[in-house]
Every structure is written in C-alpha cells, then in structure tokens.
T-cell receptor, first 116, second 109 residues
Framework: EAGVVQSPRYKIIEKKQPVAFWCNPI?????LYWYLQNLGQGPELLIR????????DSQLPKDRFSAERLKGVDSTLKIQPAELGDSAVYLC??????????????FGPGTRLTVL | AQRVTQPEKLLSVFKGAPVELKCNYS??????LFWYVQYSRQRLQLLLR??SRESIKGFTADLNKGETSFHLKKPFAQEEDSAMYYC???????????FGSGTQLTVLP
C-alpha cells in the first residue's frame, strides 16, 4: 500500500503563474483533505471532501484557489495566479467516512511550493 | 473557536532523560486530542490519541481538562525519538483537526 500519493513533490514557479497539485488518496477512503502548512506552523485545513462534495471549504481563498474531486477519488488543488505568500507545503490526507475518534487521517508526503 | 498551543518550538534532551512536550488547548466542547509526529523525511503520522489511553513507543499523554492540557511524556528519551511533534484537537461534527505549531524534539547522544 503506497498510502496517500501526491505529486509533484516540489514545485518552483514565478509569481502570477498558475500551479496545480494532485492527490490520490488511500483506496476506499471517501474523505479527502487539503491542508496548507506554512514554515514553522502546523497544518491548516483548506478544504474537505466527502466523496465528490466539498463539505467544508470555508478556509479556501476562493479568489485564487480552487479544488476539484470529480469522481470522488483523485483530487486537484489549483492556485491561479500564485503569489509570493503562497510558498508553503500543501498536504493531502484521507480517511474513511468523516473523522470519528476511530477514523484516522493518513497524510501524504506533501508538495513544497516555492514562488519566486 | 478552538485553539491549540505548543509553547516550545525547540526542545533538546539527552538520551535516557525524561521528556515532556507541552500542549494546551481551548475548546468549548468535549475535546478529543491527538499527538502527530513527523520524523525526518517522513510523512506526518498519528502517534497517539487520548481516547485510547495507550502508550506508543513509550510515550503517554493524559488529558487534563482542568488545566486544558495534553502533554506528551516519555520517561527515557531515545535518539530515534528526534522528530517534529504536533498536538491536534478534533472538533465539530466532522471532527476537523486543529493543529498546534509543533515542537522540534532533539535527543542528544
């Protein structure tokens, strides 16, 4: 089992360019999360999916960020246009239905974005 | 709103010494707390959860509702314990996680 897969692992772009991150959750996990982790901080939730539905996107900056999970499996997070302050690690996690005390979130390795 | 505070960014101890990583929380509901760990070049993973009341890799953590704390302890630190440790609180019907800012533990030989 490969666990949660993310690509790319590293991305360097110039400001104002678009960028996209991809996540493949653990097979059978219908809940998918995207987190933002700034340097020296813990992860912060951007968006949570239950199957195809974004059930919590209150922390997603919708002017430049978008996400999709069309078939309820893979997900893509996009930034357009990127700003210098978007430099961070973007983490994807998955779990079984919702997240109860028994439904652990499993994290991917993250994508480290650097905006120049 | 819920909040998790880890007051120490960095913590160094010698091998064999006791270690305690501090975590305080604020939450109006019934808290559910976790410790996550990230070893060098590895992904973030669950270390333990308060509801299980178990010891993992020699670590324990007790929820103290009076002091709103969930400190992580180990009586004898090992070099392989060196890692980044995050305290997290699950809240709401969806048990959304709120993370602290993390403590980098270094166990010296």
């Amino acid at each position: 089992e490969a666990g949660v897969v993310q690509s790319p692992r590293y991305k360097i772009i110039e400001k104002k360019q678009p960028v996209a991150f991809w996540c493949n959750p653990i097979s059978g996990h219908n809940t998918l999360y995207w987190y933002l982790q700034n340097l020296g901080q813990g992860p912060e939730l951007l968006i949570r999916y239950e199957n195809e539905e974004a059930v919590d996107d209150s922390q997603l900056p919708k002017d430049r960020f978008s996400a999709e999970r069309l078939k309820g499996v893979d997900s893509t997070l996009k930034i357009q246009p990127a700003e210098l302050g978007d430099s961070a690690v973007y983490l994807c996690a998955s779990s079984l239905v919702g997240f109860s005390s028994y439904n652990e979130q499993f994290f991917g390795p993250g994508t480290r974005l650097t905006v120049l | 709103a819920q909040r998790v505070t880890q007051p120490e960014k960095l913590l160094s101890v010698f091998k064999g010494a006791p270690v305690e990583l501090k975590c305080n929380y604020s939450y109006s509901g019934s808290p559910e707390l976790f410790w996550y760990v990230q070893y060098s070049r590895q992904r973030l993973q669950l270390l333990l959860r308060h509801i299980s009341r178990e010891s993992i890799k020699g670590f324990t953590a007790d929820l103290n509702k009076g002091e709103t704390s969930f400190h992580l302890k180990k009586p004898f630190a090992q070099e392989e314990d060196s890692a980044m440790y995050y305290c997290a609180l699950a809240s709401g019907s969806a048990r959304q996680l709120t993370f602290g800012s993390g403590t980098q533990l270094t166990v010296l030989p």
